[in-house]
């Protein structure tokens, strides 16, 4: 939004002093020391943080609102944040959860780069009765700093999120441990031989340890149920390798490819940045 020029004033708040600093550095005109003073007079408000913070963030803002205000979160489950988040809304501001589809597996103020949705969905999740005009702003913002937005059911988000981004994300910490275990048990250096498959895996596994508790532990119906659906497939798999199945594994292989070649001709293929490199080398990207 800074690089745009789409906000007048952007305010920011964080619990830490040292993350306020480097918030206020990087791209804040302002810091404060309370979520209240950084949202009195806010024409919109943005929570970030992990989903299960999002109702305490909420109850401690609410007073302090402008109305008319519009207030909106990324969190990355929407069912769970709409629960805990609506409550605190007063009468008069506009609550309309989002969540975009971009993301790293660095955390903190530094990982955040001006181009990191341009191209990316964007979900919002309007609640019933929403009036049209603040949405209408809301996604006219999104849209200028170069996200595609959807709008979408919150529980049906959810579902779609537990397929292509949340239990892929525990099958990638899954595995991570497997080698991690094995190391242990037979004392072989597996990790230092990843190729690029399972190094994928470990850049996956290595994000925010607290973002992705609560994600689970808010989306656990979804996640169990396509979680049940992965080892179904797994089971069949595996028993296809036992009966020397070349056929049937060629088959299911050519159909997952056939996917992977759509998504590419569709366009839908944002590249991500380069994950290679340390975080220290990439300037903008450095852990908090
Ligand atoms: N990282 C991603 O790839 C990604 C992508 C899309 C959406 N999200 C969602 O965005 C939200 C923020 O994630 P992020 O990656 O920006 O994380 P982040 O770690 O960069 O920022 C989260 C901030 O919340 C603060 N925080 C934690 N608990 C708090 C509490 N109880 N009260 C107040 N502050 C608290 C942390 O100190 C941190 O400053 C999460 O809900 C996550 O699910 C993340
Ligand atoms: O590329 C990554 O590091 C991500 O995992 C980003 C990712 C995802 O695509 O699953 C992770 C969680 C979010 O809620 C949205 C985006």
Redesign the pocket.
């Known amino acids: 939004m800074r690089a745009k020029g789409l906000a007048g004033e952007i305010t920011g708040y964080a619990r830490s002093t040292d993350t306020r600093a480097i918030a206020r550095d990087l791209f804040c005109d302002r810091v404060t020391e309370t979520a209240a003073e950084a949202v009195r007079d806010a024409d919109l408000v943005v929570l970030a943080v992990p989903v299960g913070a999002m109702g305490g963030i909420a109850a401690e803002i609410a007073p302090h609102l402008k109305p008319g205000a519009i207030v909106t979160d990324v969190g990355?489950v929407k069912q769970a944040v709409i629960e805990a988040v609506s409550p605190h809304i007063p009468e008069g501001v506009h609550f309309i959860p989002g969540?975009p589809?971009?993301?790293?597996?660095y955390s903190g103020p530094r990982s955040g780069f001006a181009t990191l949705f341009e191209n990316r969905w964007w979900l919002l999740t309007p609640l019933e009765g929403q009036t049209p005009e603040p949405l209408a702003r809301l996604r006219a913002l999104l849209e200028a700093i170069g996200a595609n937005v959807d709008e979408m059911d919150a529980r049906r988000h959810d579902l779609v999120l537990a397929v292509v981004?949340h239990t892929p994300?525990l099958i990638a910490y899954t595995m991570v441990g497997v080698a991690d275990h094995l190391r242990r048990v037979t004392q072989e250096e597996v990790i230092k031989y990843s190729a690029s498959g399972f190094r994928d895996f470990t850049r996956?596994a290595a994000?925010d340890p607290t973002m992705w508790r609560d994600v689970f532990l808010t989306n656990k119906d979804a996640v169990l149920d396509i979680l049940g659906r992965f080892t179904e497939e797994l089971f069949m798999l595996q028993r296809e390798i036992r009966m020397g199945d070349g056929e049937q594994l060629h088959a299911y292989f050519t159909r997952t490819r056939a996917i992977r070649r759509g998504i590419i001709e569709a366009g839908q293929d944002t590249p991500?940045p380069d994950f290679g490199r340390a975080p220290a080398a990439a300037p903008g990207r450095t852990k908090a």
């Not at 589809?101 to 597996?105: M, R």
């Open positions: 990355s969540h589809l971009a993301g790293t597996e981004s994300h996956i994000s991500a």
